[in-house]
C-alpha cells in the first residue's frame, strides 16, 4: 500500500474528530448504554466521512476502499470499540450492496441522507437461530400485490434502537430444489418507522457505548421498490458486504492495538515491583516486543488484501485470513496487556480493561472464527472430500 497526502489528510481529519467529539464523552457514553449516533453522525457527514468510497451524485467522494481502510484504522484512536464499529457499520457494512446494486431512486432515498449523516443504518442479517449460518435464517418477504409483508426477528442488531432504516436479508422465496437456501434470499431496504416493527434493547459485556437491538417485524409491508438489485441475489450481495466488513474490521484493529501497548509501555515503565521497573523484566519487554510483530504482521496482511481488493482482484481467502488474526490476536494482546497492568488492569474504567471486553466480540461478529477457517480451508483445498 502507498500511501498519498491525501491519505495522509484523511487519517489526521479521522484521528483530530476522534479526540474532539469522540473521545470526552467516551465515559458518558458508555455508562448510557449508547451514544448520540444521529449527532455524531451528521458531524461526520458535515466533514464527508460517511460516503468516501461512495458515488459523487449521491454525496460521495468517489474514492476507493484504500480510503475507507484509512478511516478505519484511525478511528483507533477513539477510546471505546463501540463508537467506531457503529460507524463502520453505516459506511461499510450495511451501505455497500445499497451503493452498488440498488436502483437511483433507492439510493437518492436512503444512501444519500446516509452519506450526509441525516440518517443511520443498520444491518440486519443475524437471528436467534442463524448467526454465523447465514443460509439458515427465517425472516420472510412475503409477496403481496406491489409489497413485501416482512415476518420474523433480527438479532445483535448494531445501531438498531437508533436506525433510521435497515439493510435486511430475508427469504423471498422457499427453499427447493430448484431453489437452495442460498439462492432464495434477497436484500430489502426497510424503513425503520413502518408499523409493526418492535425494537428492544440488547445488554452486552462489552461495546457499551454501541446500542444493540433484537427487532421483530409482525406483517410488515414495504414497497418491492425498495429491493436491492434482483430477487434471490441476496445472499450473493450479502457475501460482497462481508467482504468489505472484514477487510474493514482488520484495519480498524490496528491503531487500537498499537495504542494499548504503547499505553502498557508507559504504564509498566512507572510501575515499580522489587526495585525495577515492571518493564525491565524481560519476560515484559521481550512479550510486548512480540505482540508489536504480530500488529505490524497484520497489518502488512491487511494491506495486501487491501490493494488486492481496490484492483478488483478476489481477496475473500485473505479477508478472511485477516478477520481471523484480527480476532484472535485482539484478544491475546488485550489479555497479554491486561496482565502486565495488575489489578489496575482488572478496574472496569481502565482502557486496558475496556479494550479486553470490547475485543472479544471481533472473533464473533462478522463471522465468527470458526467460519473463517472453513473459508480458508475451502479455498485451499483441505476439507474432507475436497481437492485443490
Known amino acids: 500500500m502507498k500511501f498519498s497526502t491525501e491519505h495522509r489528510q484523511l487519517e489526521d481529519t479521522v484521528i483530530k474528530f476522534c479526540d474532539k467529539e469522540i473521545n470526552p464523552h467516551v465515559a458518558e457514553w458508555e455508562a448510557a448504554g449508547q451514544f448520540p449516533a444521529h449527532e455524531v453522525f451528521k458531524k461526520l457527514g458535515d466533514l464527508g466521512l460517511l460516503g468516501l468510497k461512495y458515488p459523487e451524485e449521491f454525496g460521495g467522494a468517489g474514492l476507493d ?8 484504522e ?7 470499540g463501540g463508537v467506531p464499529m457503529a460507524i463502520g457499520v453505516h459506511t461499510d457494512m450495511c451501505t455497500p450492496a445499497l451503493a452498488r446494486f440498488g436502483s437511483d431512486e433507492l439510493r437518492r432515498e436512503f444512501l444519500a441522507p446516509s452519506i450526509a449523516g441525516d440518517m443511520v443504518g443498520c444491518l440486519g442479517v443475524s437471528e436467534p437461530g442463524g ?3 447465514v443460509a439458515a435464517l427465517k425472516t420472510s418477504a412475503r409477496s403481496e400485490g406491489t409489497d413485501y409483508v416482512i415476518n420474523g426477528t433480527k438479532m445483535w442488531i448494531t445501531s438498531g434502537m437508533q436506525a433510521d432504516w435497515c439493510c435486511l436479508l430475508a427469504n423471498t422465496s422457499e427453499v427447493s430444489a430448484d431453489t437452495p437456501a442460498h439462492k432464495n434470499k434477497s436484500l430489502i431496504i426497510v424503513p425503520m418507522d413502518a408499523p409493526g416493527i418492535t425494537r428492544q434493547k440488547i445488554d452486552k459485556i462489552g461495546m457499551h457505548s454501541s446500542d444493540t437491538a433484537q427487532l421483530f417485524f409482525d406483517n410488515v409491508r414495504v414497497p418491492k421498490r425498495n429491493l436491492i438489485g434482483q430477487e434471490g441475489l441476496g445472499f450473493t450481495f450479502q457475501m460482497l458486504q462481508f467482504q468489505e466488513e472484514r477487510l474493514w474490521g482488520a484495519a480498524g484493529s490496528l491503531r487500537t492495538l498499537d495504542r494499548l501497548i504503547d499505553q502498557t509501555i508507559d504504564y509498566t515503565r512507572q510501575r515499580q515491583a522489587f526495585g525495577k521497573s515492571i518493564l525491565d523484566n524481560q519476560v515484559v ?5 512480540e505482540l508489536r510483530t504480530e500488529v505490524e504482521a497484520l497489518r502488512a496482511l491487511t494491506y495486501r488484501a487491501v490493494e488486492m481488493y481496490i484492483g478488483g482482484k478476489d481477496v475473500t481467502k485473505l479477508a478472511s485470513m485477516a478477520k481471523l488474526k484480527c480476532g484472535r490476536l485482539s484478544r491475546e494482546l488485550s489479555d497479554a496487556c491486561l496482565q502486565y497492568w495488575g489489578g489496575m488492569g482488572y478496574t472496569a474504567d481502565n482502557p486496558i480493561s475496556q ?3 470490547d475485543s472479544r466480540l ?4 462478522g463471522g465468527a472464527d ?10 485451499e483445498g483441505t476439507l474432507p472430500g475436497k481437492a485443490r
Open 65 to 72: 476502499f484504500s480510503y475507507s481502510m484509512v478511516m478505519a
Open 74 to 80: 484511525a478511528l483507533g484512536q477513539a477510546n471505546c
Open 131 to 133: 448467526g454465523s449460518d
Open 285 to 289: 519487554h521481550f512479550r510486548l516486543a
Open 355 to 357: 479494550a479486553y471486553r
Open 362 to 365: 471481533i472473533s464473533i461478529g
Open 370 to 379: 470458526e467460519i473463517m477457517l472453513g473459508i480458508i480451508c475451502k479455498l
